[in-house]
């Protein structure tokens, strides 16, 4: 049985970090790609970032990028998203997601999520 576990949310000020970390179990991890994607109330949830089998590619969303770092560990079956200069705007629930494409349509898992909340 497939499990995401995603840790490391919580309220920061605007300008400040966070790392999200998302623990994967139940398959051979370094076979798929992970990304993180997030939902704001109110809104469809959306690609943040994305990163290869082998971690050697990775993929953000314009809204992150030069911000955020998504990195893996295939040895530890983790991956890790550095945040920093956070902004009001990137409050919202933030899922793993386990997939052969990156894609939300081309994740099979899902983590079942961590709040960030960022104060202006």
């Known amino acids: 049985q497939v499990q995401l576990v995603e840790s490391g949310g919580g309220l920061v000020q605007a300008g400040g970090s966070l790392r999200l970390s998302c623990a994967a179990s139940?398959?051979?991890?370094?076979?798929?790609?992970m990304g993180w994607f997030r939902q704001a109330p109110g809104n469809e949830r959306e690609f943040v970032a994305g990163?290869?089998?082998?971690?050697?590619?990775?993929y953000y969303a314009d809204s992150v990028k030069g911000r955020f770092t998504i990195s893996r560990d295939n040895a530890k079956n983790t991956v890790v998203l550095q945040m920093n200069r956070l902004k009001p705007e990137d409050t919202a629930v933030y899922y793993c997601g386990q997939g052969k494409i990156l894609s939300i349509r081309g994740m099979d898992y899902w983590g079942k999520g961590t709040l960030v909340t960022v104060s202006s």
């Open positions: 990163i290869r089998r082998s971690g050697d590619s990775t």
């Open positions: 139940g398959r051979t991890f370094s076979m798929y790609v």
